[in-house]
């Protein structure tokens, strides 16, 4: 599974408009992990507790029947003003292979506070930015809006699950083709993604995640929040020849997806 330890990401910082030379800062932005056992009650203001995504739970133990907690990863940032982002690096010690996996897919926590916006702001303030490749000058970049909560339903809310990753990995990959083309996602408003350098989905060992402030008027105030990421993984295994290379990429991948061979 993907760890979300915080000592597996490091914080690389602040970044000013699409720069990638961000500025650590600990006082305005820190990952950190929350967990069903330690955050279940008040967590920030204005939120009533860590709650994990509708359907995900800990991994029951068969011998123990005593089911582990479940977790996500956090961003939180403080006065992140409209153009600026927030950027965390995974750390990968040795490359991975995902080709023979159809889908990459997460789960995605917009913060409390986007919900108090009109309903057509609410994507239009902040945006996820996931870079997944070989090297900081070869990776595959993608962009989705961020919406209040889950976005699942779990709050009594229409179930619009708009937060929810889920990208073809020959998509993504074909896109390396056309290297700085922006392809749009035709079922995700304001979702697209584009090839920078030469990436390839056989060889993958950078990830970052960022969070950034999109709102369009650099007059707006800076905003203070959080966001969480849960249940990165990829999916659906390409059946064809070749068992013996999906086990050994499952084995390689273990340390960075949940791996959901359907």
Known sequence: TMDYVQNEWNELGIARNDSTNAQQDDDLFNILVYNTEENSTNITPGTIGYKPPKGVSGVEDPVTNIRSKEQSLVFRFEDLPPGQSVIGKKNIYESFNISNYKRLKMFIHGDHKLDILDEHLQGRKLEFIMKIGKDDKNYYEYHQPIYPFWDDGSRGEAALNRNNLDLSIAELSASSLEPGTIFRLDDKEGAW???????????????????????????SQPFTGEVWFNEFRVSDVDKTPGSAMRVKTVLKAADIFSVIAT
């Open 193 to 219: 993604f584009r090839a920078i350098g030469r990436p390839s989905i056989r060889q993958v060992r950078y990830l970052t995640f960022a969070v950034k402030n999109v709102d369009p008027d650099p007059r």
